[in-house]
């Protein structure tokens, strides 16, 4: 099984997205999966011009001369998509976006009616795989994400193919420091192993595996306190220099 896994956060493996995504492609690797890791950040992929060259004028390809040129094959011949991003103003991270639009020349430009909806066709040589979404916010709530999934599912549509399911962790800030003390989480990350074993294993994440991953880290109450604490002694910390 060939995955390819996108990192949109520009805190890279210093961020809270990595927290989840890495023990999840390493529970991949470790059910015998290819994973290819890439940071957008360290990636040179300019936005969608619109023209539709990559349609009418030099069919599947884009004119423009960036990392799409390398990506595009392996994205073409992947099982699986991880698309990993911390939620940026109640969606994906402009990077990831990017990424996303410039994956146009995979399909042809025809329409053809599939469910009873009008998608494009795959392009030749494109598998129909899996994506996985990867992702973790700052606000509390589990709803905060409502939005990017549906964006999600929709592009899964759109592209043909399978939404396997959605690593999500809110309140992703407190993640890091209850690990770094030992705040008993460390179930949270296991749970992000064990759900790259199963995909890779059984084809897909049991939903006891992905609510464990997004399971209740504190109160929201203590989490308000908490965040509200630090952002002050920050702020403190300013006028003293
Ligand atoms: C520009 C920007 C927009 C954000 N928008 C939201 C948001 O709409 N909802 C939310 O819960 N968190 C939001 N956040 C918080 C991030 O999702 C959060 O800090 C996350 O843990 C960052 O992940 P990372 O460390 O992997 O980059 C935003 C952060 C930034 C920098």
Same mark, same amino acid.
């Given at each position: ?13 210093? =961020?809270? #997205?990595? $927290?989840?995504? %890495?023990?999840?492609?390493?529970? @991949?690797?470790?059910?015998? &999966? ?56 109640d969606g994906m991270t402009g990077p990831m976006k990017n ?29 129909? =795989?899996? #994506?996985? $979404?990867?992702? %973790?916010?700052?606000?509390?709530? @589990?709803?905060?994400?409502? &939005? ?17 399911g959605a690593l999500l962790r809110s309140h992703g800030e ?23 074993r199963q995909l890779v294993r059984d084809g897909k994440i ?36």
């Amino acid at each position: 099984m060939k995955v390819l896994a996108f990192n949109s956060s520009p805190r890279m493996d210093k =961020g809270n #997205t990595a $927290l989840i995504l %890495n023990p999840f492609l390493e529970g @991949m690797r470790e059910a015998g &999966a290819g994973v290819e890791l890439f940071y957008t950040k360290k990636l040179k992929i300019n936005p969608c011009q619109g023209e539709f060259n990559c349609w009418l004028k030099t069919p599947g390809k884009c004119w423009q001369k960036d990392d799409m040129d390398m990506l595009r094959p392996k994205l073409g011949e992947a099982d699986v998509w991880v698309l990993a991003t911390p939620l940026y103003v109640d969606g994906m991270t402009g990077p990831m976006k990017n990424l996303i639009d410039r994956i146009i020349p995979l399909v042809q430009p025809f329409f053809e009616l599939r469910d009873d909806r009008i998608r494009h066709p795959a392009r030749e040589g494109t598998k129909r =795989g899996k #994506t996985v $979404l990867v992702s %973790n916010c700052g606000f509390w709530e @589990m709803d905060n994400f409502d &939005a990017l999934l549906v964006h999600v599912k929709a592009l899964c549509k759109n592209g043909n193919r399978e939404f396997a399911g959605a690593l999500l962790r809110s309140h992703g800030e407190a993640l890091r420091p209850m690990l770094e003390i030992g705040g008993l989480v460390e179930d949270v990350v296991e749970a992000a192993r064990e759900a790259g074993r199963q995909l890779v294993r059984d084809g897909k994440i049991s939903t006891e595996t992905l609510n464990t991953v997004s399971r209740e880290l504190m109160s929201r109450e203590d989490y308000i306190q908490v965040a509200n604490q630090n952002f002050q002694q920050a702020l403190d910390a300013l006028e003293k220099k």
